[in-house]
């Protein structure tokens, strides 16, 4: 598969887009380790270390999204994008954007899982 043609639930995004959402992953990790840290140093209770599931989806969907070079907001939207930033495309077929959605959709409960699991990880440790 080329890495510039738009394949209906499978790719919709460039590699401009996708180092975009790498960037993303990488301000959800940063976010996540300092909250981590903030909350090691406070030795916060259980419940508030629920918290730090935000900062863990973003990095989630940040990564989710780039390694399936797949935009799930572009996929609910029905757009794509292989050109410059903000540069969108239509998905014309209503076939493609039920396929986009599909795949917008597990790429959401993948980064949730991911995130869940990690969430799960804090509320384990010993602070």
Do not use: H, W
Not at 25 to 37: E, H, N, R, T
Not at 51 to 62: D, K, Q, R, S
Not at 71 to 92: E, H, M, P, Q, W
């Amino acid at each position: 598969m080329s890495d510039s043609t738009y394949v209906a639930g499978t790719c919709n995004i460039g590699q401009k887009e996708i180092r975009r959402r790498q960037f993303v992953a990488v301000v959800g990790l940063f976010l996540s380790i300092s909250s981590l840290i903030g909350l090691i140093s406070v030795s916060a209770p259980t419940g508030a270390r629920v918290g730090i599931f935000l900062p863990l989806m973003v990095a989630a969907v940040g990564f989710v999204q780039s390694r399936s070079k797949f935009c799930l907001a572009y996929g609910f939207a029905g757009t794509f994008n292989f050109g410059k930033l903000g540069d969108l495309s239509r998905v014309s077929d209503p076939q493609d954007k039920a396929a986009d959605r599909a795949t917008a959709l597990k790429i959401l409960g993948k980064s949730f899982l991911l995130a869940f699991v990690a969430t799960l990880a804090v509320l384990v440790l010993p602070l």
